[in-house]
């Protein structure tokens, strides 16, 4: 079985950049190639095109065409006729895309087309409450109709894309995966009194209310810390720096306990989750964070959101706690329960690394990835 990964990111020194979806595709990729699948990841939008394999993976780095009109009809054409080239030359026997901006709208593919939903454009606005552009939407809509099979990494993600775009067709569901090797218990001591943020600083992942948030917490213990780990995003409200108006919001006191650092290799995260005593990630809008898991496989206790995806992931109350980031007094107050008893928190974690290892592990979902796609090329 060979199968075909389309994507705009991938965890790969010679990729521009690479996120969420990245990383999700980075997982399952290592690990089909490691269960014999022959794999085959064309990362699109590059700077510099590249063929190369490694570990057993082809990569294909395809470089951004410029158009002087319809570069959006025509970089979509350039793409299905190099697919369909490794297609026919490689015998691939499926091609996966995001749903991300709808990359595959208008392609006819030679072989079966599945579009796994991380997350597109029209679900993060509509999440978010802001409005979205026309032709994003077209697009989105085209590819999810026009693809042969629909993936979704949670059923919140599922059912809310389907109500978006009126979607009646059968969407099956196989989470995101961690490598619960790679992310393992730290055998290092945490630092007391030590919280981390990690990702991107922007609205949509609840950093402002995080603000207000740790307020609260340095009011009732002045010692604590806060990392924030990720990159600065451009507010798309304000129109200005997320971590301006982060600090906008900060207390003089809280301010003192805050320290940003813009971003570290993504080998390097797992240090700083290891020192942390208790990982803050309150999101108003993912569809199954990888972050969440990373954290949770190495026995942390978290307090993040409880909107949509968190039940699919967090047992409130055993692995951590759940709340709305907008209640700050609460949030806060589930932070401090964590600081206040190690015991907990440790115990907590614990739980948090077994409901991860059980449910969403690589070795786990790589073999329900397996088996999707046997049902979809019909072997």
């Given amino acids: 079985m060979h199968i075909g990964f389309l994507t705009p990111e991938f965890p790969h020194s010679k990729v521009n950049s690479s996120a969420g979806i990245g990383t999700s595709i980075g997982n399952m990729v290592v690990a089909l190639a490691a269960k014999g699948v022959a794999v085959s990841v064309f990362v699109y939008g590059q700077k510099e095109g590249a063929i190369f394999t490694e570990d057993g993976i082809r990569f294909h780095l395809i470089r951004q065409r410029k158009y002087k009109v319809g570069g959006w009809y025509l970089y979509r054409k350039f793409l299905q006729n190099y697919l369909n080239k490794f297609i026919a030359i490689d015998k691939i026997e499926a091609i996966e895309a995001p749903d991300w901006t709808g990359i595959t709208a208008f392609m006819k593919l030679r072989c079966p087309l599945v579009i796994r939903m991380h997350g597109s454009d029209a679900y993060f606005c509509t999440l978010e409450g802001r409005p979205q552009k026309k032709k994003n939407f077209w697009f989105e809509k085209e590819a999810l109709s026009s693809a042969d099979r629909l993936l979704s990494v949670s059923e919140f993600t599922a059912k809310k894309t389907a109500e978006i775009f009126k979607l009646k067709k059968r ?7 961690v490598d619960t090797d790679y992310f393992s218990p730290p055998s290092k001591d945490t630092e007391p009194d030590t919280l981390l943020y990690f990702g991107s600083l922007i609205r ?3 950093v402002l209310e995080l603000a207000e948030i740790f307020n609260k917490v340095v009011t009732q213990n002045p010692e604590v810390k806060l990392l924030l780990l990720g990159k600065d995003v451009q507010d798309i409200f304000k129109n200005r720096s997320t971590l301006e108006l982060f600090q906008e919001k900060l207390s003089p006191e809280a301010e003192r306990q805050v320290r940003h650092i813009p971003g570290v290799p993504y080998e390097k995260i797992k240090e700083y989750i290891a020192s942390a005593a208790v990982i803050v990630l309150p999101s108003f809008a993912e569809a199954l964070p990888m972050t969440w898991l990373e954290a949770m496989a190495m026995e942390k206790a978290l307090v993040t959101s409880n909107i949509g995806w968190a039940k699919e992931v967090m047992l409130d109350g055993k692995t951590g706690y759940t ?14 329960m964590l600081l206040n008893n190690s015991e907990l928190s440790n115990q907590m974690g614990k739980a948090a690394r077994k409901q991860v290892v059980k449910n969403f592990s690589t070795e786990v979902v790589v073999q329900q990835n ?5 049902e979809v090329v019909g072997s």
């Fill in 204 to 206: 949509k992942k609840g």
């Fill in 323 to 336: 709340e709305n980031p907008v209640s700050h007094s609460a949030y806060a107050e589930k932070i401090l």
């Fill in 370 to 374: 397996i088996e999707f796609y046997k």
């Fill in 171 to 177: 969407m099956e569901v196989i989470p995101n995966s």
